[in-house]
Nanobody
Framework: QLKLVESGGGLVQPGGSLRLSCAGS????????IGWFRKAPGKEREGVSC????????NDADSVKGRFTISRDNALNTVYLQMNSLKPEDTAIYYC?????????????????????WGQGTQVTVSS
């Protein structure tokens, strides 16, 4: 079974940067499409960004376009989320999951049955 582990979260000042990693292990002979999601207290889960298995397709939420960049290194079984110009409203627990990379990921319309494995999450706090 595929296992996903997120890392790279932390406390950063507004305007700062972080790079999150989503490392896959286990059943990795298939290249999975990966999505990043975030959950802030009192808010619904939000799709942030996704990337296809080849890396040729990406989708980003409007709230992060121009600030966040998703990428992957399949040789390392790792997907990255580079987050720049961070804002307090980016504060949340960030999760990665296997999910087809379609616009539905960033519009919040992915059926639950489309999700595969989830990581445990990593906390991102943007505060001065």
């Amino acid at each position: 079974q595929l296992k996903l582990v997120e890392s790279g979260g932390g406390l950063v000042q507004p305007g700062g940067s972080l790079r999150l990693s989503c490392a896959g292990s286990g059943f990795t002979q298939y290249i999975y499409s990966i999505g990043w999601f975030r959950k802030a207290p009192g808010k619904e889960r939000e799709g942030v960004s996704c990337i296809s298995g080849s890396g040729g397709t990406t989708n980003d939420a409007d709230s992060v376009k121009g600030r966040f960049t998703i990428s992957r290194d399949n040789a390392l079984n790792t997907v990255y989320l580079q987050m720049n110009s961070l804002k307090p409203e980016d504060t949340a627990i960030y999760y990665c999951a296997t999910v087809p990379c379609t616009l539905r990921v960033v519009t919040g319309k992915v059926p639950e049955e489309d999700f595969g494995s989830w990581g445990q999450g990593t906390q991102v706090t943007v505060s001065s």
